[in-house]
């Protein structure tokens, strides 16, 4: 049995100090709780050089349940980190909207303009955004890892659960063999003459010609167009 693609998954915020390690640490948490074929990091659009650390009231609130994130350290969004990963999940709608064209400017220098869509966010998920609680007392950032963890169970449904291929037989759902029809197709062809127990008896000889099932489906490999998150 082939093993499952370990797929890359990268939560993005603002600083890559507050949401997006809070999240980070969760999911790697989730990721090792059920065996998830995945590994979580985390990054930032504007990550400040001189707030390196995880915010400390963030620290606090992964600790407090339980969780962890050792030697951590604030990290920016990169173009190869934007292209190579498989799942680029945002805070927010406009953060993901802000990367899609940089992303899209970047495959086509790198002569990919048709590669599947990876930027996301989690009101794709949920229709909520991860609100910053940056500046607000623990109780909010508490909050605010209880939404990031609520969302998980969509990930998973997303990204991390196999769904039963569709089997397309020519348009036809039915696994039955298609009947013959009397007096439809080429003309049969006469059978020999029998003599046996003295009657002549006439065997109608089988069209060995049988219809071909091709599926009719396309495949839908070049021809596949990113997915926009709602109210583009």
């Given amino acids: 049995m082939a093993k499952q693609k370990i797929k890359k998954i990268v939560f993005v915020c603002t600083g890559n100090t507050c949401r997006s390690p ?55 969004l990169t173009k190869e980190t934007l292209l190579s990963a498989d799942i680029v999940l945002c805070m927010t709608r406009a953060q993901s909207e802000l990367l899609k064209p940089a992303r899209k400017r970047f495959l ?39 939404k990031i963890i609520a969302a998980f169970p969509a990930i998973e449904e997303k990204w991390f659960t196999k769904k039963p291929r569709a089997v397309k037989t020519g348009g036809k759902t039915s696994g039955k063999k298609p009947t013959k029809k009397a007096g439809t197709g080429a003309k049969k062809k006469s059978a020999k003459k029998t003599s046996k127990g003295g009657a002549n008896g006439k065997a109608r000889a089988k069209n060995g010609t049988k219809k071909k099932e091709n599926g009719g489906a396309e495949k839908n490999i070049t021809g596949t167009y990113r997915k926009h998150a709602p109210n583009a």
């Fill in 108 to 146: 086509e220098e790198a002569g990919k303009p048709s590669a599947k869509n990876n930027v996301f966010c989690f009101a794709d998920l949920t229709g909520e955004d991860i609100p910053d609680p940056y500046g607000k007392d623990e109780k909010t950032y508490a909050e605010t890892l209880e």
């Fill in 22 to 76: 809070m999240a980070e640490a969760a999911f790697s948490a989730e990721i090792k709780r059920k065996s998830l074929p995945a590994v979580a990091t985390s990054a930032g659009l504007n990550v400040s050089p001189t707030e390196r650390d995880m915010n400390e009231k963030a620290a606090k609130t992964l600790e407090n349940t339980g969780l962890m994130l050792p030697y951590f350290s604030s990290t920016s």
